[in-house]
């Protein structure tokens, strides 16, 4: 027998050092690689709040009552991944496996992440359930209509689309409706319309149950609405006068209109009606009061404004006159260095507005009146006109309102009024 044939387990155990020295080594490589990408791709935690738990099933007929509500999620795992998940990629469930009845239940949420992702932290964990059995059954429809409380407006006949509605949901919630109303509201509106209103259903309680669904639950309705009253105008009524030299120009009442109610022969007589009087005597500026309307006949009532006043405004400003200003000469300014302009015509007429004693009190140069060539190089230009005014005093408009301006180097000759 040959010396390898006399010595089999020597070669055995070289094998074995072999295969534990490259398991070793594949060892190694791993958590080297791991230490790598772990320094590349660190791991992070990322929070989500309020996260909607995915809407439950069942199988027919049953149902979870309610809605599920939400969790607060804390997921960890390599930064690319965690910072590259989006909300919307989480979708929180309850695990519903093995409901086969009706009753109570605690059940845990799942959530499912994709790839290296896992999940740090999930409050709550458990949610308790309600499972029903799914029922429905046809309800009479309940129009409840508040009628105006101003006494213009009564409501007439108000026709629904349907006159009954379906309740389904939960057994339970079912079960617990007492009535279906519809509520009917009508604003301000004064004639009759059509328009949508959404039916609720109600405990014996009168509180809303808004789990059940109700078929339908949007109701076209026809209603009637019957005006009452009439809305007359508003006059301003004032004494006195304003002090000397001022004058009324305008006078402004809000509400501009009042709604009147009584009896229709009377109201037909009615074309306006007046302010309790306001004093402008001595004034100088504009007066602003609150007042009532005066002169009512007895058998009238103020409906709205509902606290029987407006507020009126009384425009004064001082008296004056308009008056052209001739021959007002027309000064080029903002002129470049180097350069001449001559202007055509060189002199307008200015209208102004001022008080008497003002325009008596104005001296010559009071009225300046310009053209502006700022930034024009040689050449003839159309320029509009800027006139400055003392205090006080309006400028309404010039004759005319432009001007023809020429501008040229010094020392070149041009017609007209030069200007330096």
Not at 106 to 112: E, K, Q, R, S, Y
Not at 191 to 196: E, R
């Amino acid at each position: 027998m040959s010396e390898r044939e006399q010595r089999p387990g020597r070669r055995f155990r070289l094998s074995t050092d072999v295969l534990s020295r490259a398991a070793i080594s594949v060892l190694i490589a791993l958590l080297l690689w791991g230490w790598v990408t772990t320094q590349r791709d660190p791991t992070q935690t990322r929070d989500f709040a309020g996260l909607p738990i995915k809407a439950p099933t069942l199988p027919e007929p049953l149902q979870v009552a309610g809605e599920p509500g939400t969790i607060n999620l804390r997921i960890e795992g390599p930064r690319s991944a965690v910072e590259d998940l989006s909300r919307s990629a989480l979708e929180p469930r309850l695990d519903l496996s093995g409901i086969t009845s009706p009753g109570s239940y605690t059940v845990p949420v799942l959530v499912d992440l994709p790839g290296p992702l896992r999940v740090d932290s999930l409050d709550p964990q458990r949610l308790s359930i309600v499972v029903d059995e799914t029922a429905s059954r046809t309800v009479q429809l309940d129009v409840v209509a508040e009628p105006p409380q101003d006494g213009t407006r009564q409501l007439g006949a108000i026709t629904p689309e349907y006159s009954e509605v379906t309740v389904s949901g939960p057994r339970r919630l079912v079960d617990e409706v007492a009535r279906v109303v519809l509520p009917i509201e009508i604003g301000d509106r004064t004639s009759n319309f059509t328009g949508q209103f959404n039916a609720i259903a109600l405990d014996a309680g009168d509180q809303p149950i808004p789990e059940v669904d109700l078929r339908p639950r949007r109701i076209i309705v026809d209603v009637e609405v019957e005006a009452r009253g009439r809305s007359v105008p508003v006059l301003v009524q004032t004494f006195g006068s304003p002090a000397p030299g001022f004058e009324t120009v305008d006078r402004v009442v809000n509400p501009s209109t009042v709604l009147l109610d009584g009896p229709d022969e009377v109201l037909n007589d009615l074309v306006s009606v007046v302010t309790e009087p306001i004093s402008i005597e001595g004034a100088t500026q504009p007066v602003s009061a609150r007042v009532g309307l005066a002169s009512l006949p007895p058998e009238v009532r103020l409906v709205e404004p509902a606290d029987g006043q407006v507020t009126v405004v009384v425009q004064v400003r001082q008296r004056g006159v308009t008056q052209t200003l001739p021959d007002q000469p027309v000064a080029v300014t903002d002129l470049g260095p180097g350069l001449t302009a001559t202007v055509e015509p060189g002199s307008i007429s200015v209208v102004i507005f001022a008080a008497e004693d003002q325009l008596t009190a104005m001296r010559a140069g009071a009225v300046q009146v310009t053209a502006s060539v700022a930034d024009l190089g040689p050449g003839s230009y159309e320029l509009p006109i800027s006139v400055a005014v003392p205090p006080g005093v309006q400028w309404i408009r010039t004759e005319p309102d432009v001007v023809q301006v020429a501008i040229a180097a010094a020392g070149t000759p041009e017609s007209g009024r030069q200007i330096p």
